[in-house]
């Protein structure tokens, strides 16, 4: 994973550490990068992940094929990326929705 470093606010102290740091999935890649039947109890850990929104983007703004990234698989990126070809930032597109 790449991460850019971000300011924001969390439990009212500023922090500046690359979003990955805060992820559920810290120190457990391999588990995240499996095998379709195994895909769907992988995507659990993202389920209440402070950082989804963040990993998703990540994913989809840099075309990232293989493993769960955001609580998706990538069957359902590419899935995405082709019926929304137009968005040009995933962040701003997805700013406002629950993903």
């Known amino acids: 994973m790449t991460a850019v470093a971000s300011r924001e606010l969390v439990a009212g102290r ?8 805060r ?6 890649a391999d588990a ?8 769907r109890e992988a995507r659990k850990v993202c389920a209440d ?10 994913a989809l703004d840099n075309r990232i094929e293989w493993g ?3 609580g998706m698989t ?8 082709r019926s929304r070809a137009d968005v040009s930032s995933w962040r701003q597109e997805l700013a406002d929705k629950e993903v």
């Open 32 to 39: 995240l990068f499996c095998e379709a039947k195994d895909q």
């Open 68 to 70: 769960i990234w955001g």
């Open 49 to 58: 992940c402070p950082v989804r929104l963040d990993c998703l983007v990540e």
């Open 23 to 28: 992820a559920n999935c810290l120190g457990m």
């Open 14 to 21: 500023e922090l500046d550490e690359p979003w990955t740091m």
């Open 74 to 81: 990538e069957r359902e990126r590419r899935s995405l990326l």
